[in-house]
């Protein structure tokens, strides 16, 4: 069974930076796209960045330059580092495993909060 367990989430000051973890287990990582969404208090959801088994990535123009995420095939493990957070990155954030190869799969994590407020 694919599990996902996110870590890393809090509460933090403006301009301030945290790091939130998703580790999978019962699946071959490497074959896995790795996403980070969130879900604002309104119910939008956005994706904020995407990692490819090939480690090309991509992330939401609202992001871009504050945010990186990276993959450790060794540990099963996404890290998404955020830097410079504003009180508009306050929001639900999710782990989402994609299976690049067949089976398909899709995967969400259970969500870790993010609140970024002084």
């Known amino acids: 069974q694919v599990q996902l367990v996110e870590s890393g989430g809090g509460r933090v000051q403006p301009g301030g930076s945290l790091t939130l973890s998703c580790v999978a287990s019962g699946i071959i990582f490497r074959h896995c796209k790795m996403d980070w969404y969130r879900q604002f208090p309104g119910n939008e959801r956005e994706l904020v960045a995407h990692i490819d088994i090939d480690n090309k990535t991509k992330y939401a123009e609202s992001v871009e330059g504050r945010f990186t995420i990276w993959r450790d095939n060794g540990l099963n493990q996404v890290t998404l580092q955020m830097n410079n957070l504003e009180p508009g990155d306050t929001a639900e954030y999710y782990c989402?495993?994609?299976?690049?190869?067949?089976?398909?799969?899709?995967?969400w994590g259970r969500g870790i909060r993010v609140t970024v407020s002084s």
């Open positions: 989402v495993l994609d299976h690049a190869i067949l089976p398909p799969l899709v995967k």
